[in-house]
Nanobody, 124 residues
């Protein structure tokens, strides 16, 4: 069984930066690809970014391209989401997810394991 725990969320002003972390435990992290999703008030959970088992394959939602960077440290069993130039529309609960596959996916139903989420609030 895999456990995921996000951290690093917070409240900040537009234009600021945050780095989210996702600690992975229970199984060998290097065998799992990782995804980041978010869910704003009254919206469905949407794809943000994903990364393969090695950091050689990444994908991003169009809304975050050029501002967010997904990465991982297999030695630390931790994934990261660096978020720069944050906007009020980035306000959401951010979730990390993992799946036993070489590459990540943009589809939330393809991830088996999920964290509980961390709140990011961006004020204007």
């Amino acid at each position: 069984q895999v456990q995921l725990e996000e951290s690093g969320g917070g409240l900040l002003q537009a234009g600021g930066s945050l780095k989210l972390s996702c600690a992975h435990s229970g199984r060998t992290f290097s065998a799992y690809s990782m995804g980041w999703f978010r869910q704003g008030p009254g919206t469905e959970r949407e794809f943000v970014a994903s990364i393969g088992v090695r950091d050689d394959y990444t994908e991003y939602a169009d809304s975050v391209k050029g501002r967010f960077t997904v990465s991982r440290d297999n030695a630390k069993s931790t994934g990261y989401l660096q978020m720069n130039n944050l906007k009020p529309e980035d306000t959401a609960v951010y979730y990390c997810a993992s799946r036993w596959a070489d590459r990540g996916s943009v589809y939330r139903e393809e991830y088996r394991y999920w964290g509980r989420g961390t709140q990011v609030t961006v004020s204007s």
